[in-house]
């Protein structure tokens, strides 16, 4: 079961992928018009851009599901107390994910680092 489940989310992870490097495809090769200047925009930009940015979000809310359906299974899986076990986990390494970025970004502080151009 796990091993099914991995698999399919796997192939949804890399369909996602593929609908990404398209967008990203799309959006370097959009035709700049002649004597345009950078940075200035215009009505056939603004529109492109809309699409894209639909397209994204599009991309978030169907990873957004992916996530949830996966959870779902997982659980769906587990017995109810490696269930509560997992939750209190992944809980866990969240927020110490959260601290140790805290922690590094005030540790940048007045030096140059990668979280300096964040």
């Known amino acids: 079961m796990i091993n099914t489940l991995h698999c399919k989310t796997i192939r949804e992870e890399e369909r996602m992928s593929s609908r990404m490097a398209t967008i990203q495809e799309e959006i370097t090769e959009m035709p700049m018009k002649s004597g345009q200047v950078v940075g200035e925009s215009s009505e056939e ?3 492109a851009m809309d699409a894209h940015h639909l397209s994204l979000a599009g991309i978030v809310r169907d990873a957004d599901k992916l996530r949830l359906s996966t959870l779902k299974e997982v659980m769906g899986i587990l017995t109810p107390r490696q269930g509560v076990n997992f939750l209190v ?3 866990k390494l969240h927020l110490s994910m959260h601290e140790w970025g805290k922690k590094m970004k005030h540790q940048s502080v007045g030096r140059k680092g990668a979280f300096d151009r964040v």
Request: proline share 0%; glycine share 0%.
């Open 89 to 91: 986990s992944t809980k």
């Open 45 to 47: 930009v603004e529109r």
